[in-house]
């Protein structure tokens, strides 16, 4: 027998779902969840650009200058002038960037960082120079809408990542995860207990956490098998918290890490 007061929401969480958009639009904090968890300033801030949409800079003080972990859309320029004053600092200290993957709404701000190293995915270096596409349908359909700038191979410093990898920061250390299957570049950070996913979990309302959107990714299959993977040779109890590229958080535990292989 199903549960009962399941069924009864289910017809509630749709319409949640349709006025999502709206609702978050008129909501100081944005359409976010548990951004707190990360918040850490003057140490640590996370911001998101283009609205509802909510595509998240991450960016922190290390002994190695600024960190950037993706680089938002719409707006994107304006956040991270923001982001680094909250840091005592300018996007010209920004050192290091992170890219989860290089779709356009979290890649927007480069030529603002220009001068940093950007670490990425071996694989999605294509991407991130506009030599190739990428293969979700609803992704196909907004880079069709127009041209955006993307780096030439030799006008910024990458750092190709085709392998687990730690990058030491002074006393901070970032480790880099491949997690190919939302894009085939895509990769996961561990940085201060926070797993930086991209886009290869997401947060709906009614429906909560779970694996990479069909309608955006390469492969939800791949993706899943990613994260079976990571999980294995990640022990849980070096991860606090895990974040999607669109500013939902949440406490990470074995209940959150078998919700996102479904
Ligand atoms: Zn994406």
């Known amino acids: 027998m199903g549960n009962p007061l399941r069924a009864d929401l289910r017809p509630q969480t749709s319409k949640l779902a349709l006025l999502w958009p709206v609702a978050c639009a008129l909501w100081p904090a944005g359409c976010t969840k ?36 993706d680089l938002g859309w719409t707006g994107a320029e304006s956040v991270i002038e923001e982001s680094a004053r909250d840091l005592g600092g300018t996007p010209a200290d920004v050192r290091w960037v992170f890219l989860t993957h290089a779709h356009r709404d979290h890649i927007a701000g480069w030529p603002l960082v220009r001068q940093a190293r950007f670490v990425l995915g071996a694989a999605e270096v294509p991407g991130f120079v506009g030599d190739t596409g990428y293969l979700g349908w609803a992704t196909r359909m907004s880079d069709g809408l127009n041209e955006y700038p993307h780096p030439s191979r030799d006008s910024i410093a990458m750092v190709a990542v085709g392998g687990d990898t730690a990058i030491v920061l002074g006393r901070d250390t970032v480790y880099a995860f491949p997690i190919p299957g939302h894009t085939a570049g895509s990769m996961a950070y561990l940085f201060r207990g926070i797993l930086f996913g991209g886009d290869a979990f997401n947060w709906r309302p009614g429906s909560g956490f779970q694996g990479a959107r069909p309608e955006f990714s390469d492969s939800i299959a791949q993706s899943r098998e990613s994260l079976r993977r990571l999980w294995e040779r990640l022990p849980a109890a070096r991860v606090r918290v895990m974040c999607t590229s669109h500013g939902k958080c949440a406490v990470a535990d074995s209940a959150l890490r078998a919700r996102l292989l479904r």
């Open 34 to 69: 548990d951004l707190d968890l990360i918040q850490d300033p003057p140490r640590a801030v996370a911001r998101t650009t283009t609205g509802p949409w909510a595509s998240m800079v991450y960016l922190a003080r290390t002994d190695s200058g600024l960190v950037a972990i």
